[in-house]
């Protein structure tokens, strides 16, 4: 600190940009508690930096952070390999504002995360800068060490690969609400003919536990099927599970609490009005976001 108790140039920089840095690196990874590893690196290294000799804070440290969460990534693929069950993104719990802006909304949603995840980790790190920041190829060809050349190239099918698989058409998060509340509603009160009537017919179930907390051990596909399971596992848990809208990873989404505990955050994927995606996560270890804002920033 300075006398003056402002804190030094390389900390004002670095807080000044650390939301962004954050969502590059979740939208890279779709782990909250790695990204924050990597920013802590990036910190440690930016504060060895010249000031004087940056020219651009802001890809400078862009630069630093997705050399690192490219690292992180190509490490988070292997542990992946052995992961117990279905893998869905760590859940955040977003502010209102992040969902008034639908494109960068869409970003961040589990559908968009798990398309991603079908992305070579410099494919992925390419498509996040370029097709959700708008960085200019120069810029990332010098984050991922290629040629701006080869970065067009990789740019390009990475669209083509993530056109090809996410969902159709963008949707709105008032129309995500809708369609969540008559889900809502058709859960709470057991109602399997109102369940098929918002579930797509074929509508996928994906539950992530872990191997630690008891979860759907692959994914569900059909509505009857989905509506069944949901159906019977309120059953099962009576008046000690509830249901409690929230926004997640920038559209509506539900927390699941049991006597007051947080069990699970079920997001969803819109599609028609229908819900066609289903997105259970239980496991532990990735809902202590759910618990306060997290902020994000293009």
């Not at 920041?133 to 099918?157: C, L, M, N, T, W």
């Not at 008559?182 to 369940?195: I, R």
């Amino acid at each position: 600190m300075s006398k003056n108790d402002r804190p030094d140039p390389s900390t004002e920089v670095f807080v000044a940009h650390r939301n962004l840095l954050f969502t590059v690196v979740y939208e890279m990874l779709g782990s909250a508690a790695d990204a924050e590893d990597v920013l802590q690196e990036t910190w440690l290294r930016w504060a060895k930096v010249d000031l004087e000799t940056v020219l651009d804070p802001r890809a400078y440290l862009v630069r630093i952070t997705t050399r690192l969460a490219l690292t992180q990534l190509r490490t988070l693929g292997r542990r992946r390999e052995s992961y117990l069950g279905p893998w869905l993104p760590e859940p955040l719990l977003t502010a209102p504002d992040v969902a008034e802006d639908v494109e960068p909304a869409e970003s961040v949603s589990m559908a968009m995360l798990l398309v991603l995840e079908t992305l070579t980790p410099t494919e992925r790190a390419v498509f996040v800068l370029r097709e959700v920041f708008s960085f200019g190829y120069d810029e990332i060809a010098d984050a991922v060490d290629k040629s701006p050349s080869a970065v067009r190239q990789i740019a390009h099918r990475a669209r083509e690969h993530v056109a090809a698989r996410r969902p159709r058409g963008v949707v709105s998060p008032a129309e995500t609400r809708a369609a969540l509340e008559a889900f809502q509603q058709a859960v709470e009160t057991g109602d399997l003919q109102s369940l098929l009537e918002v579930l797509a017919p074929d509508v996928v179930l994906i539950s992530d536990g872990g191997g630690v907390k008891q979860a759907v051990p692959r994914p569900i596909v059909g509505a009857e099927k989905v509506a069944r399971l949901m159906a019977t596992g309120l059953a099962i848990a009576g008046a000690q599970l509830s249901l409690e809208p929230a926004e997640v990873n920038g559209f509506p989404a539900l927390i699941v609490r049991r006597s007051g505990e947080i069990e699970a955050v079920m997001a969803v994927r819109v599609e028609a009005g229908l819900v066609s995606g289903l997105y259970a996560v239980v496991n532990p270890e990735k809902l202590s976001r759910v618990e306060r804002e997290t902020a994000l920033s293009r």
